[in-house]
């Protein structure tokens, strides 16, 4: 068990560029979470899947944003036409079936800087 | 109304106190309820979750929950200053999976 992993750690872009973030999950997880922080806040929740399956989305995800796991493993988000209020720190989390009793592990984030 | 609210401090707490952490939550029908600590830079971990109205205890933690009051708080007894930190609370909402709050910062001071 190697944990969830978020490649890159950083990125550096500047606005009106696309960008494309990548989460590997716990192996035996079968959800998969995208979640947002910005600094002083809370994680802010975007998206989540359960397997394949893309279970709900915020309303606070706008069209730029769009989310997969393909073959319910690794899951790609991706944000298209960057603006600077998409600066932020990216958090992808996996768990087994709901929270149950081992709640959610985080990746260590994709911090977003866009310029 | 936020869904999940915490004062985002900070709270200072003397090392051996027991800090205490609280959180309120506005969806009635919320069943499970989590706390999270976050280092600066880091991402969040799980330290406790609770479903039972009544206390459940981890070593130095303990969680407290009274879902009349709508309430939900964190104890930590002998506070270390390993333990300043940010404490998030969560809870699931409708279908959101888990809604988080802004967090209260704790530190811990030597």
């Known amino acids: 068990d190697t944990g969830v992993s978020q490649d890159p750690r950083h990125k550096i872009t500047k606005r009106g560029q696309n960008v494309t973030f990548r989460c590997d999950p716990i192996?035996?997880?079968?959800?998969l979470y995208w979640y947002r922080q910005t600094l002083g806040q809370g994680p802010e929740f975007l998206t989540y899947?359960?397997?394949?399956?893309?279970?709900?989305k915020s309303r606070l995800l706008s069209d730029r944003f769009s989310a997969e796991r393909p073959k319910g493993s690794f899951s790609t988000l991706e944000i298209q036409r960057t603006e600077q209020g998409d600066s932020a720190m990216y958090l992808c989390?996996?768990?087994?079936?709901?929270?149950?009793?081992?709640?959610?592990?985080f990746g260590s984030g994709t911090r977003l800087t866009v310029v | 109304q936020k869904e999940v609210e915490q004062n985002s401090g900070p709270l200072s707490v003397p090392e051996g106190a027991i800090a205490s952490l609280n959180c309120t939550y506005s969806?009635?029908?919320?069943?499970?309820f989590f706390w999270y600590r976050q280092y600066s830079g880091k991402s969040p971990e799980l330290i406790m979750f609770?479903?039972?109205?009544g206390d459940k205890e981890d070593g130095r933690f303990t969680a407290q929950l009274n879902k009349a009051s709508q309430y939900v708080s964190l104890l930590i007894r002998d506070s270390q200053p390993s333990d300043s930190a940010t404490y998030l609370c969560?809870?699931?909402?409708?279908?959101?999976?888990?809604?988080f709050g802004k967090g209260t910062r704790l530190s811990v001071i030597a």
């Open positions: 969806d009635r029908g919320s069943q499970s």
């Open positions: 989390a996996s768990s087994l079936a709901g929270p149950g009793d081992r709640g959610y592990t």
């Open positions: 969560a809870s699931p909402v409708g279908n959101t999976p888990l809604v």
């Open positions: 899947f359960q397997n394949e399956a893309q279970l709900e």
């Open positions: 192996s035996e997880h079968n959800r």
């Open positions: 609770i479903y039972s109205n």
